[in-house]
C-alpha cells in the first residue's frame, strides 16, 4: 500500500546518526532510560524476516531487574507484531483476511524461533481499518465471534503449536450482532481464555468511531496466564491514565496497547502515553501501531470543514517496550512490518513499587470519594476565588 514519509524511518536511527558522538550516550540516556542492549536470536530467524521482508529487531532488558534472594528470576520475551494491509481494500472480504492470516502466521513463526512467549498484534490486524469510512459494508463482514471465529480459531492453533500466549485484536460480533472492538486472549496451550473490550471510543478527526461499535463492558481484566499477568488498553484508551491504572489496581504486569493512530493526529504523544503509564503503574507497557496508509474506493469527510478525502493519513508504526523504570527500547519502523522482541523480568514489577512507593502513596480512597461526588448531577467543583 502506499507510504507517507518512506524516507524517515526511526526516531533513533536520525538520533545515531546526527547526535555528536561525545554527546550520544547522554542524550540516549535522558531521552531512553537505561541501555536496551541487543538480544541474542537464532540466525535462522533473522534470515527468514529478511527473505519475508519485515523488519526484526530483539533487546534485552532483564538487567534492569536486581538479582533477588528469594526469587528467582522471571524471564518473559514479548513478541510485538506492527503490519500493513496487503491487498487494495476493495478486493473481497476473505481475500483481504486470508492474506493477513498467511502473513501474521509467517511473523509468528519467526516470533516463535525468537523465543517468544507472548505475541500480540496492532488494532484490528486482520483488516483495513474501515470505521472511520462509516460505510458499513463489506466492513462489517469483517466482524466475527471471539470464541470460535475464524481468526481465533486460526491463532489456537499457532499458540499451542508454538507454547505461546497470543492476543488478537479484532472487530467482535456477539451472538445479539452487537460489534464491539475486542482484544481475544488465546493461553500456549490454545485454549479461548477471554477477551477485553474497548472502554474508550474516539471522537476525533476522522477517528469518530462510535457509529461502528459499542463501548466496552468488561472493565479491566487482568489475565494470569503462566507468562504473567497481562492487561489490554485497545488504542484510544491510553490516553485515558485512569485506564492505565485501573490494570496496575488489578494486578498486570504487562499491558498492551494494540493501535491503530496516524502521524498527523497523534505522533508527538505516541513516546510518552504508554511510558509514562509504565512508571505510574509500575508495570511493563506494549504500545504496538500499524503502518502503512490506506486507501478507500469511497470519499468520506471528517465533519470538519475539509475536503473530502479517501484515506486518513499514515499509520506510523513505531512500536516499543516501555519498563517500570522508565526505560524503553528504540522503536519499529514507521513505515515497515516488523516484530519486535523485548525479554523482561517481571520481578523488576515489585522492585520498582518498592524502591518509589507509588502504590502506597497514590490515595486511592480519596480519589474514589472525590470522583464518586465528581460524578453526580450538580456536582460543584471546590474552586477557591482570590
Known amino acids: ?16 546518526e546526527h547526535l ?27 534470515d527468514l524476516a529478511q527473505e519475508r521482508n519485515f523488519e526484526l529487531a530483539s533487546y534485552t532488558l532483564k538487567s534492569l531487574a536486581a538479582t533477588e534472594q528469594t526469587r528467582l528470576p522471571r524471564l ?19 481475500e483481504q483476511r486470508e492474506a493477513l492470516f498467511k502473513r501474521i502466521s509467517d511473523i509468528i513463526e519467526v516470533a516463535a524461533q525468537c523465543g517468544c512467549n507472548i505475541v500480540c498484534m496492532q488494532e484490528a490486524w486482520n483488516m483495513p481499518f474501515a470505521f472511520c469510512t462509516r460505510e458499513k459494508y463489506p466492513w462489517s463482514e469483517f466482524a466475527e465471534s471471539a470464541e470460535d471465529g475464524p481468526t481465533t480459531v486460526m491463532l489456537q492453533e499457532l499458540a499451542k503449536k508454538y507454547n505461546m500466549v497470543v492476543l488478537s485484536s479484532i472487530l467482535e460480533r456477539d451472538e445479539s450482532d452487537v460489534l464491539w472492538n475486542t482484544t481475544v486472549v488465546i ?27 459499542m463501548e466496552g463492558d468488561t472493565g479491566h481484566p487482568v489475565f494470569d496466564t503462566q507468562f504473567g499477568r497481562i492487561g489490554i488498553n ?18 498486570a504486569e504487562i499491558v498492551f496497547n494494540p493501535s491503530a493512530t496516524v502521524g498527523n493526529l497523534s505522533e508527538p504523544m505516541w513516546g510518552i502515553e504508554a511510558r509514562n503509564a509504565a512508571i505510574a503503574n509500575s508495570y511493563y507497557t506494549v504500545p504496538i501501531n500499524r503502518v502503512g496508509t490506506e486507501t478507500f474506493k469511497n470519499e468520506f469527510t471528517s465533519g470538519d470543514g475539509k475536503p473530502a478525502h479517501n484515506d486518513f493519513g499514515h499509520f506510523y508504526g513505531s512500536t516499543y517496550v516501555a519498563s517500570p523504570d522508565g526505560t524503553r527500547t528504540p522503536g519499529l519502523s514507521r513505515t515497515l512490518d516488523g516484530l519486535l522482541v523485548t525479554e523482561v523480568d517481571l520481578n523488576l514489577c515489585r522492585q520498582v513499587k518498592d524502591k518509589w512507593g507509588f502504590r502506597m502513596t497514590q490515595r486511592l480512597d480519596m480519589y474514589a ?17 482570590g
Open 369 to 385: 470519594k472525590e470522583l464518586a461526588e465528581a460524578v453526580k448531577p450538580g456536582y460543584k467543583p471546590p474552586v477557591i476565588k
Open 1 to 16: 500500500m502506499a507510504q507517507e514519509n518512506d524516507s524517515f524511518t526511526t526516531v533513533e536511527k536520525s538520533l545515531h
Open 187 to 213: 493461553s500456549n496451550t490454545g485454549r479461548y481464555l477471554g477477551k477485553s473490550r474497548k472502554n474508550h471510543i474516539p471522537r476525533v478527526g476522522d477517528f469518530n468511531e462510535s457509529t461502528y461499535y
Open 76 to 94: 518473559v520475551r514479548i513478541g510485538a507484531i506492527q503490519n500493513q494491509i496487503l491487498l487494495p481494500t476493495d478486493k473481497p472480504v476473505v
Open 234 to 251: 485497545i488504542c484510544y484508551g491510553r490516553h485515558h491514565p485512569l485506564n492505565w491504572l485501573m490494570f496496575g489496581v488489578n494486578g
Open 20 to 46: 555528536p558522538a561525545e554527546e550520544k550516550s547522554e542524550v540516549l540516556r535522558i531521552l531512553y532510560g537505561k541501555p536496551s542492549p541487543p538480544l541474542t536470536i537464532p540466525q535462522s530467524a533473522i
